[in-house]
C-alpha cells in the first residue's frame, strides 16, 4: 500500500486562509494514495506566545499570561469562526479552545506560585498549541467531506524523559504506530497528528524539540515504512543561500540526506537537523514543498547526491557564535587535553559546532553558542587549574561576534580546486578567515568569520562558486518570492 505522510509548518496553518490552502492540497492527494497522514505544527508564533506566558508567569509576571491568553483565544476563535459554519462544529470546537487556553492559564497560575518553570512542565504548556491546530485541521477536513480525525502524538511518539529535547524510542513507538494509527488508515479515516510531542512510557508529555514537527513527521513516516514524506513549508524548497542575504537565491532541485544534514546543521532553515535521521534507514524520499505554491516542484531529498555545476549546492552562514581558544605551549604531546577539554563543555550541556586544532598542538579551538561562552570558559579553567597554574596552558579565552559559514555540496569530495575557488571568492571580497574545518562527510567546508563579514562572504561565495558555475551551464531554478531559509 502506497503511503504518504505531509507535515505543515506554523506558517502553513497560521490562520483560515492558510489552513483552507493545506486542506485543498490535502483533499487533491488524497485520492492518490492508499494512506495519508497529515502532520501539523501550532499556528505560527503560538509556541512562542506559550513559551513567553510560561517564563513571565516564572518570573512573578501574572499580567503577561493573562493577556496572552486573550490574544491566542481571539487568534483561534477567528480561525474557527471563520472556517467552521455555525450549524456544524463551530461550537464544539470553541469550547476546545477554551479548555486547552484554560489549561494554559491554570499551569501559568501554578508556576506564577511556585516562582519557577521546570523542563517538564514547560512542554505541557508548549503542547498545547499543537493540540488545538490538529483539531482545527481535522474539524474543517471533516466539513469538506474528509473522514478526518485528530490525533495526539502522546498516544504514538513513545520518548525518553529528557523533556524539552526528547529522544524516541523507535521500537516501542513503531508498536504504538502499528496499533493505534494504522487501523485508523485501514479504515479509511485520515488522521491530523499533532507534531512537536510526543509521551514518556508512563503517559508524561513530552516535546521533541524547536523545530521539532518535521522530526514528529520523519519518525511517523519510518514507523508506517511510507514511500514518502512531504514538508510543506512557506518557502519553494530548501535554497542555495539565505534570500535574505543573497536576492539571487536558487531553489536547488534535489538533496543527497548527507548534504541537507550539513545544511540543517549549519543554519538552513527550511527542514529541522533531526529530520532526516529517521528516513535515512527506510530510504524514504522527502520532498520540501511551498504551501503557497503547491505547484511548484520543491527540493527532494533523497539518498544519492547529483552533481551540480561547480560542485557547491548552497552556503549557510549562523550567527550569534563566539571561538573559544585553549592554547600553551605546554601542551604539545601531552595526551588528554582534548578529551578533557570538551568533557567540561559537554559538562555545561554545550553542543560543539566546530573544532580547529594547530598541527603544532599548542591550541585547540571551538565555536559554540555566545550565550554559552562564560560557564565554558569557567568550566575548562576548573579542569585544566593545574595546567593553568603551572603555565602548560597559557589561557583560555573567547573571540565574540563571529559567524560559521559553510559551504555545502557532495561533489566536493571527488573535485579537486573547490577550496581554492571558495578561498578565492573571499579573497576578492577581503574576507579575512579565522579557522577552518572541513566535515568528515567531505561534503562541507566550514570557514569562520568575523560577524560584519559573514553576509559579504555568503554572497561572494554564492556568485563566484554556485551562480556563476550553474549560469554556465543555464541550469538555474528560478528563486521563490517571498519567504525566506
Not at 553558542?369 to 585544566?384: F, G, H, L, Q
Not at 578561498?423 to 579575512?432: E, I, Q, S, T
Request: charged residues 20%.
Amino acid at each position: 500500500m502506497r503511503t504518504l505522510v505531509m507535515k505543515f509548518g506554523g506558517t502553513s496553518v497560521g490562520g483560515p486562509e492558510a489552513i483552507r490552502q493545506v486542506t485543498d492540497i490535502v483533499l487533491e492527494h488524497t485520492p492518490h494514495w492508499d494512506r495519508l497522514v497529515v502532520v501539523v505544527s501550532a499556528m505560527s508564533g503560538v509556541t512562542d506566545a506559550l513559551t513567553k506566558g510560561a517564563l513571565t508567569a516564572a518570573a512573578g509576571d501574572d499580567q503577561t499570561y493573562r493577556a496572552l491568553v486573550a490574544d491566542l483565544r481571539a487568534l483561534h476563535y477567528r480561525a474557527v469562526d471563520q472556517l467552521l459554519r455555525p450549524d456544524g462544529e463551530r461550537g464544539a470546537l470553541f469550547a476546545v479552545v477554551d479548555e486547552y487556553l484554560d489549561t494554559f492559564e491554570t499551569f501559568c497560575r501554578s508556576i506564577h506560585v511556585l516562582g519557577e518553570v521546570t523542563p517538564r512542565a514547560m512542554d505541557a504548556v508548549t503542547s498545547l498549541g499543537e493540540r488545538i491546530s490538529a483539531r482545527i485541521v481535522a474539524a474543517y477536513l471533516r466539513q469538506r467531506g474528509a473522514k478526518s480525525e485528530a490525533l495526539d502524538a502522546i498516544e504514538l511518539v513513545i520518548t525518553d524523559d529528557t523533556f524539552q529535547n526528547a529522544a524516541p524510542l523507535m521500537e516501542e513507538t513503531r508498536e504504538r504506530v502499528q496499533g493505534r494509527l494504522v487501523p485508523l488508515l485501514d479504515a479509511g479515516i485520515l488522521p491530523v497528528v499533532t507534531g512537536f510531542i510526543g509521551a514518556t512510557r508512563d503517559g508524561i508529555t513530552t516535546t521533541l524539540g524547536r523545530g521539532g514537527s518535521d522530526y514528529s513527521a520523519a519518525i511517523l513516516a519510518d514507523c508506517l515504512d511510507a514511500d514518502e514524506l512531504w514538508i510543506w513549508t512557506d518557502v519553494d524548497g530548501v535554497m542555495t543561500a539565505d534570500p535574505r542575504l543573497v536576492p539571487e537565491a536558487r531553489v536547488i532541485p534535489t538533496l543527497s540526506y548527507s548534504e541537507v544534514g550539513e545544511l540543517a546543521y549549519y543554519g538552513a532553515k527550511v527542514v529541522h537537523p533531526k529530520t532526516i535521521r529517521p528516513v535515512i534507514e527506510r530510504d524514504i524520499p522527502v520532498w520540501v514543498k511551498n504551501t503557497f505554491n503547491p505547484q511548484f516542484p520543491g527540493t527532494l531529498i533523497t539518498r544519492e547526491a547529483e552533481p551540480a555545476a561547480g560542485t557547491v549546492k548552497a552556503v549557510t552562514a549562523i550567527k550569534g557564535m563566539s571561538m573559544v581558544t585553549v592554547e600553551g605551549r605546554g601542551m604539545i604531546g601531552v595526551p588528554g587535553i582534548a578529551a578533557r577539554t570538551f568533557a567540561a563543555v559537554a559538562s555545561q550541556g554545550t553542543s560543539v559546532l566546530m573544532i580547529s586544532q594547530s598541527s603544532s598542538e599548542q591550541s585547540i579551538s571551538f565555536v559554540i553558542p555566545t550565550n554559552s561562552v562564560p560557564k565554558v570558559v569557567r568550566a575548562i579553567e576548573k579542569e585544566m587549574a593545574l595546567e593553568l597554574a603551572r603555565r602548560d596552558i597559557d589561557r583560555v579565552w573567547s573571540l565574540d561576534d563571529v559567524v560559521i559559514v559553510t559551504a555545502v555540496g557532495a561533489g566536493m569530495r571527488r573535485t579537486t580546486g573547490v577550496a581554492a575557488r571558495i578561498f578565492g571568492a573571499l579573497a576578492k571580497a577581503d574576507v579575512n578567515v579565522i579557522a577552518i574545518a572541513q566535515g568528515s562527510s567531505e561534503c562541507s567546508i566550514s570557514l569562520v568569520v568575523e560577524g560584519n563579514a559573514a553576509a559579504r562572504a555568503v554572497r561572494q561565495i554564492h556568485d563566484e562558486v554556485i551562480l556563476n558555475a550553474r549560469m554556465s551551464e543555464a541550469k538555474a531554478v528560478p528563486a521563490a518570492e517571498g519567504g525566506a531559509q
